[in-house]
């Protein structure tokens, strides 16, 4: 597996919608500065997935626990969220993104104030 060039991408991003090949990433606001020489840089949005607190010691398939593990959250902008500790939460990207066909994609967190203690 390869991988792709900001020329690539660029290029694939000309493509048409349709066509299988394309690679669809809107809205990308700031162009200029969204490319790196290998990756594209996408923007958290406000919707959040955070895990049930707390969480059940085992699993037990039955009505009861038939309900989510998790809980949806919309964090209006300008506000946050506070994430437990040892914990994982699923967050969309504020773009909607179409990957091509032959293309496979992975979202790496990239942040300046994340941290973890050891």
């Known amino acids: 597996m390869a991988v792709i060039s900001k020329v690539e991408i660029k290029k694939r991003m000309e493509l048409p919608v349709e066509n299988p090949r394309s690679l669809v990433i809107t809205p ?17 949005g406000s919707h959040f997935l955070l895990p049930e607190v707390p969480p059940l010691p ?5 009505s009861e626990s038939a309900k989510p593990a998790h ?19 699923l967050g969309a990207t504020l773009e909607f993104i179409k990957i091509p066909v032959d293309f496979s994609a992975q979202i790496l967190t ?9």
């Open 28 to 44: 990308l606001l700031d162009v200029d500065s969204a490319f790196s020489a290998d990756s594209v840089d996408v923007r958290l």
């Open 58 to 62: 085992f699993l037990a398939m039955d």
């Open 71 to 89: 809980v949806r959250v919309h964090v209006p902008w300008g506000k946050y969220v506070v994430v437990p500790a040892h914990q994982t939460v």
């Open 110 to 118: 990239k942040s300046s104030i994340a941290w973890s203690v050891q």
